[in-house]
């Protein structure tokens, strides 16, 4: 015959109702033979006390013996009786009852493989965090040198601005034309010089030949 | 209307009415009768000791009894977990299929209890990924944004340096009529 373990009643219970019910049984045992012992122990002291008594005190021990066998065999069979009503109907879980504490198992029956499927999703997702991670440093770090370089390039603007504003001040503040204008100038002057320079050359040989 | 159906009766009370059946019985087979039949001898000598023997020792045996029980349901806290185990049964009623028990595996059992926090975590990571992939896209539109504006810086400061070297050379060529030979 095999034995039920109940061993979900033993989760439920925190002990094992076989184990339960022996030490029921262990202790009612006991206390039968306890109490036997100190009736005999009663009518042992009473028989001591009377002169002449003509029962002696092995008769009354197996008065005893009778006795506590006849009672030990009632208790064993109803006792018997009280362990399988216990055990069916008080401290069992019907098979179709959950524990509250084990819901999780029906909510989420997650197979060996879908399991391991969950865990493969959260390590990717963890490494695509890294990632990002990675990817901010990166644009950060750009951001940082842009601000940098860009900080360089508006002060030489800032050089050229300064520049164009000293020439501003000083009324001259198109070069190009400045220039085209002065080489206008400078090439009339030198036009003119080269014909006052003609004009005394010939004045000269007029001169010599007279 | 006739009177309400009984209530099933809670382990409790079952468990309070079998100890209490078999002491009943236990009483009734140590009957006065049985114990006067095992010691007939002391009872010719002392029939109203015998009498006050047997009440003794049917009253301690079922103190003791008593005791016992209460002891043990003291300690396991019994009452309490019989009404806990009523209740869940009631609440399974409707329920006909078996229920899951342990496999006996710890590995195997404890991927359930797992998942819930798994799941949680999943959802966390992955608002955490979205975040963070959001935030990026926007400093990846500032870094774009910084790069042209240096591209534009250059192109101003090169067209600057041209215009300059242009006026250099109209210097030149003005320095260069002075010095023209005849």
């Known amino acids: 015959?095999?034995?039920?373990?109940?061993?979900?009643?033993?989760?439920?219970?925190?002990?094992?109702?076989?184990?339960?019910?022996?030490?029921?049984?262990?202790?009612?045992?006991?206390?039968?033979?306890?109490?036997?012992?100190?009736?005999?122990?009663?009518?042992?002291?009473?028989?001591?006390?009377?002169?002449?008594?003509?029962?002696s005190p092995s008769q009354i021990r197996k008065c005893t013996e009778k006795f506590l066998v006849f009672m030990k065999e009632h208790l064993d069979k109803l006792f018997a009786k009280m362990e399988e009503v216990v055990l069916q109907l008080v401290m069992n879980i019907p098979k179709n009852v959950l524990l509250p504490e084990d819901r999780v198992q029906e909510q989420y029956p997650y197979s060996k493989e879908e399991f391991q499927a969950l865990q493969d999703e959260l390590q990717q997702l963890q490494q695509q965090c890294r990632a990002e991670a990675v990817v901010e440093q990166a644009l950060r770090a750009e951001l940082e040198e842009q601000k940098v370089v860009t900080a360089e390039l508006e002060k030489i603007l800032q050089c050229f601005d300064g520049l164009e504003n000293i020439c501003r001040e000083h009324g001259a503040s198109n070069?190009?034309?400045?220039?085209?204008l002065l080489m206008q100038s400078s090439k009339k002057l030198q036009d003119v010089l080269k014909d006052v320079e003609e004009k005394s050359k010939k004045m000269k040989q007029r001169d010599q030949l007279m | 209307?006739?009177?309400?159906?009984?209530?099933?009766?809670?382990?409790?009370?079952?468990?309070?009415?079998?100890?209490?059946t078999f002491l009943e019985k236990l009483v009734a087979a140590g009957s006065y009768q049985r114990f006067v039949n095992c010691y007939r001898c002391f009872y010719k000598l002392q029939p109203q000791l015998t009498r006050s023997i047997y009440d003794q020792f049917i009253s301690q045996l079922q103190a003791s009894i008593k005791e016992e029980v209460q002891e043990v349901k003291n300690e396991g806290n019994l009452e309490g977990l019989f009404s806990s185990l009523d209740k869940i049964v009631e609440e399974a009623k409707?329920?006909?299929?078996?229920?899951?028990?342990?496999?006996?595996?710890?590995?195997?059992?404890?991927?359930?209890?797992?998942?819930?926090?798994?799941?949680?975590?999943?959802?966390?990571?992955?608002?955490?990924?979205?975040?963070?992939?959001?935030?990026?896209r926007k400093v990846a539109e500032s870094v774009l944004m910084g790069?042209?504006?240096?591209?534009?810086?250059?192109?101003?400061?090169?067209?600057?340096?041209?215009a300059w070297q242009a006026i250099s050379k109209e210097q030149q060529e003005l320095i260069m009529t002075f010095q023209e030979p005849q």
Not at chain 1, 12 to 37: H, K, N, S
Not at chain 2, 147 to 162: K, P, Y
């Open chain 1, 1 to 55: 015959m095999s034995v039920d373990p109940m061993a979900y009643e033993t989760q439920f219970f925190g002990f094992t109702p076989q184990t339960c019910m022996l030490r029921f049984y262990i202790a009612f045992q006991d206390y039968l033979f306890e109490v036997m012992l100190v009736v005999e122990g009663v009518m042992l002291k009473k028989l001591d006390s009377i002169p002449g008594c003509k029962v």
């Open chain 1, 175 to 180: 070069f190009k034309e400045s220039f085209a």
């Open chain 2, 1 to 20: 209307d006739g009177p309400a159906p009984a209530a099933v009766p809670g382990r409790a009370q079952v468990f309070a009415t079998v100890v209490d």
């Open chain 2, 94 to 136: 409707d329920r006909e299929e078996p229920a899951w028990r342990p496999s006996g595996i710890p590995e195997e059992d404890i991927r359930s209890t797992m998942v819930p926090y798994l799941l949680k975590h999943r959802s966390h990571l992955c608002r955490v990924l979205r975040e963070k992939e959001e935030e990026n």
């Open chain 2, 147 to 162: 790069r042209n504006r240096i591209a534009e810086l250059q192109q101003l400061i090169q067209a600057r340096q041209q």
